[in-house]
């Protein structure tokens, strides 16, 4: 079983930059694919960004596309999401989560996927 601790996040103002990490202990985090995903006040989980077990497949949601960064360090066994040209709409508590596959290059971006949770982490974008 993976523990997983976020940290990061914060408040910032539109066209700012944060970045998320996502810590994982009681196993190696090589054995697991990635994800983040993010949920705002009175909506549905939203998928993020997903990344494979040997980092080489690596998906977004349209919305993040060119402005935030998904990557992992398998030897610091943390997961990290780098967050550009943050606006208003990307306002919300971040969850990573870990998925045990024995597939390397395999994503995967449905929440049902993920065994593994997060804490989770408010990101708050002033306009």
């Known amino acids: 079983q993976v523990q997983l601790v976020q940290s990061g996040g914060g408040l910032v103002q539109a066209g700012g930059s944060l970045r998320l990490s996502c810590a994982a202990s009681?196993?190696?985090?090589?054995?697991?694919?990635m994800g983040w995903f993010r949920q705002a006040p009175g909506k549905e989980r939203e998928f993020v960004a997903a990344?494979?077990?040997?980092?080489?497949?690596?998906y977004y949601v349209d919305s993040v596309k060119g402005r935030f960064t998904i990557a992992r360090d398998n030897a610091k066994n943390t997961v990290y999401l780098q967050m550009n040209s943050l606006k208003p709409e990307d306002t919300a508590v971040y969850h990573c989560a870990a998925e045990s596959t024995s597939r390397v290059g395999t994503y995967y971006y449905s929440p049902d996927e993920y065994d593994y949770w997060g804490q989770g982490t408010q990101v708050t974008v002033s306009s």
């Open positions: 009681g196993r190696t985090l090589s054995s697991y694919a």
């Open positions: 990344i494979s077990r040997n980092g080489y497949s690596i």
